[in-house]
């Protein structure tokens, strides 16, 4: 492989990292490596579909004025996440701007931006946010025909699996599985023109960590994009009111939680408060294939009134690992038991690929000249 042929790999591998990155950001509700701006109030820092490496605030460090972050607002664009400056710290929270807006957040209804909120931070060099210019609009086309698509092939199949994150996990794992095929007969049709006796070779290292990739990728989706922050709203009156939308001051009301299953495979569920006036029991569950499991959330209302929200973090897995091993990796770190169901199925499907087809060359036999279509029903044979 000469130079101009690694560095065309090497680029097309930096633009898939960045534009998926992208895409599981949005999936997840937060930055993965990269984010971008949808709106101009971060001109001319930032303007509309610029995109920015997105540090997540668990290793970013300290919050400090002047740094541009990517905070879950409560009221800015409807609570969603929202990126903007820096511009001052109180005793309640940072104070934030975007640099094209006139006002701060928290002259509006935002309240201070606690450090909780906080999802990453604006890599800066030199104290200017590294930009990178339109990804967003690429991002958000890509976007547009996936949801095209799922739509398209549910409608055609008359099922609704293909729509949601379940659905792109099954869309993106069947356009892997169609590129190495339909790359595996291409590679072999232009060594075809070359010389007719010519051997094709594939290298079954690129394919098998290939597929590899995208498993680890639907797994960690099935996990974490069902999962996150989940926030009721409620007021705090000095009369009740049926449900629990409205809790007479001082008191607690109780609301059941269901939690579904992932699918055909069982999941094993935790439960913690996310905030002060909230509790959940039980705190860990056990979701079968196809069933769900029910929680007690207790929600507590303070004295005065007003309207309050309260949030319940709920973290989801797999149950390919014995519940123990779950449970004490979960102690540790919400984030290692993820990891070591992706490293258990990820490392036992390089195996059992290895075991098939080696770790050598994968050789297409190219002697007699055949149309493209006749090797596509060859290989599916």
Do not use: C
């Not at 929270?93 to 606690?114: H, L, M, R, S, W």
């Not at 049709?189 to 010389?195: A, M, Q, S, V, Y």
Request: aromatic fraction near 6%; proline fraction near 6%; glycine fraction near 10%.
């Amino acid at each position: 492989m000469n130079l101009r042929t690694l560095g065309s790999y090497t680029l097309g591998a930096i633009v898939v990292v960045f534009v998926g990155s992208l895409l599981v950001g949005q999936l997840l509700g937060q930055p993965v490596l990269l984010a971008f701006v949808e709106t101009g109030s971060m001109s001319p820092t930032l303007e509309p579909g610029d995109g920015f490496i997105a540090v997540p605030a668990e290793i970013a460090g300290p919050v400090e004025e002047g740094d541009v972050v990517t905070f879950r607002a409560e009221t800015l664009n409807g609570g969603s996440l929202t990126t903007h400056r820096v511009v001052d710290e109180t005793s309640s929270g940072f104070i934030t701007k975007g640099d094209a807006n006139p006002v701060t957040d928290q002259d509006g209804d935002e309240p201070p931006v606690e450090r909780d909120q906080i999802v990453a931070k604006a890599l800066q060099v030199g104290g200017t946010v590294v930009v990178i210019p339109k990804v967003g609009v690429l991002v958000t086309g890509v976007n547009d025909l996936l949801t095209t698509t799922q739509r398209t092939l549910a409608t055609m199949l008359g099922t609704r699996a293909l729509l949601g994150t379940q659905g792109l996990a099954y869309l993106l794992f069947a356009i892997g599985v169609l590129s190495y095929v339909v790359s595996a007969v291409l590679a072999s049709e232009k060594r075809e023109r070359r010389t007719r006796r010519e051997t094709g070779v594939l290298d079954a290292r690129l394919v098998i960590v290939g597929l590899t990739a995208v498993l680890v990728l639907i797994l960690t989706l099935s996990m974490v994009a069902p999962a996150g922050a989940q926030t009721f709203t409620f007021v705090s009156s000095q009369s009740d009111a049926p449900g629990p939308s409205v809790i007479p001051t001082g008191e607690s009301e109780n609301l059941t939680y269901v939690v579904p299953s992932n699918g055909l495979v069982p999941t094993v569920v935790y439960l913690e408060p996310g905030s002060e006036g909230i509790n959940v029991t039980p705190q860990r569950l056990y979701v079968g294939s196809g069933g769900q499991a029910n929680a007690t959330v207790t929600i507590s209302a303070p004295p005065e009134t007003g309207s309050y929200e309260r949030t319940l973090v709920e973290h989801r897995y797999l149950a390919l690992l014995p519940r123990p091993i779950i449970h004490g990796l979960y102690t540790v770190h919400p984030w290692l038991p993820v990891l070591a169901i992706n490293a258990l199925v990820g490392l036992g499907f390089v195996g059992i690929a290895s075991a098939v087809v080696g770790w050598g060359a994968i050789r297409v036999d190219s002697r007699t000249k055949q149309p493209l279509l006749r090797r596509l029903r060859r290989w599916f044979r």
